[in-house]
């Protein structure tokens, strides 16, 4: 008596990187403060600024590179450099990272939108903040 076996092979529907999009897509407009408490054992900070941010766009594309369209202000008496480590975003998994190395110069109370970039992640940015 012969048997016949038949194996099929079959794809898990994970997609091709070669065939992912660069293309990035509005995620989120968040306008208000989103208030998100995940434990920070390790203190990690932005360093402390006379930067608020007024609003971000956050963005994604199926790569999973992370940006954010921030509108920052500058609340100080003078002008301020702002520069990428006084501005950070907390991600899906509660950790905490700084956008790649970004220098803005602002004037006295000036607001300048700009697209940071925080580089490629698995879970999604939830909120951005600075701390003054």
Known sequence: MA?????????????????????????RIVSDNVELNFINDG???PKISDFIVVNYVL??????????????????SGSRIFKSDQVMALMGDGRRLSPHTYKQKFKRGESISM????????????QIYTRQ
């Open 115 to 126: 697209t940071l970039s925080f580089g490629n992640n698995k879970t999604p940015i939830l």
């Open 3 to 27: 048997s016949l076996i038949s194996f099929s092979s079959f794809s898990a529907n994970k997609p091709d990187d070669n065939n992912l999009s660069d293309v990035f897509n509005v995620d």
């Open 43 to 45: 203190d990690i900070q």
């Open 59 to 76: 963005m994604s594309n199926e790569k999973g590179d992370r940006r954010a369209v921030v509108t920052l202000e500058n609340q100080s």
